[in-house]
């Protein structure tokens, strides 16, 4: 199966007299550590495929291909958990994803959003069609769709590339908002990611981990600033 692994680190600490001093360098200390080590923690079971930033947010994203959840936490608790500038981690898995094909000539300054849908159960298999349907333009490109059923947090997550967020919440206004049983939309801009395997093991990865009645591969270009990620 495929995770997101959400690593959360302590931005600001107690100092003496009690000030509060902030440490921004985690962030950067945790991104550095997952690129130095990530080739050293891959085995039969689990393997970072990328690595991601949220804009303006306090965490790290992993994304993990394991043959399981329980491999996956596994993983993060080894490699991860016991970094002292570690907050806290929270596994996403990704149900029945579908990864779309990358249009040639599309890419040129397009930015990275991920949008988390929630909606009413009954309506929940009908949007993630409706998601799916979605082709892409010159302005808005879908990278990946997946069940989250995470509630409120999100029960579909969609990753797109596009302009930029005038852009986007245009499109998730006229496009996503609009769809019967959606209750509500987060939308983050991804502002850093780095894809940590190459092309051929990402396509490796999609067919030993995820069941192929689970997945719909298209065609993957070996990027080397790649779009399928933002996770």
């Not at 991860?80 to 300054?109: C, D, H, Q, W």
């Not at 947090?153 to 499109?171: A, N």
């Not at 983050?188 to 719909?216: C, G, M, N, Y």
Request: with cysteine; net charge neutral; proline share 3%.
């Amino acid at each position: 199966m495929l995770t997101i692994a959400r690593i959360r680190v302590w931005l600001k600490e107690k100092g003496e007299g009690g000030t509060v001093v902030y440490r921004p360098g985690n962030l950067k200390k945790l991104w550095d550590y997952v690129i130095a080590n990530h080739d050293d923690w891959s085995n039969s079971d689990c393997q970072v495929v990328y690595v991601t930033h949220r804009d303006m947010r306090e965490d790290v994203s992993l994304f993990i291909g394991g043959k399981d959840k329980s491999d996956v936490s596994d993983f993060v608790l080894t490699h991860v958990a016991p970094l002292t500038y570690v907050r806290s981690i929270k596994l996403i898995g990704l149900m029945n994803p579908r990864f779309f094909p990358i249009p040639k000539g599309t890419f040129e300054n397009l930015k990275r959003f991920t949008i988390a849908v929630s909606c009413e159960p009954r309506f929940l298999a009908e949007t993630y069609d409706k998601l799916s349907r979605y082709k892409a333009t010159q302005a808005v490109v879908p990278n990946y769709l997946a069940y989250t059923l995470r509630g409120e947090g999100g029960d579909i997550f969609v990753s797109y590339s596009c302009r930029g967020e005038s852009t986007l919440r245009g499109f998730v206004e006229s496009y996503v908002r609009s769809l019967d049983g959606v209750t509500s939309v987060r939308t983050t801009r991804i502002s850093k990611t780095k894809r940590l395997v190459s092309a051929q093991e990402w396509r490796f990865l999609f067919e030993h981990f995820v069941p192929d009645e689970a997945i719909e591969v298209e065609e993957i270009e070996d990027f080397d600033d790649d779009q399928i990620s933002a996770c």
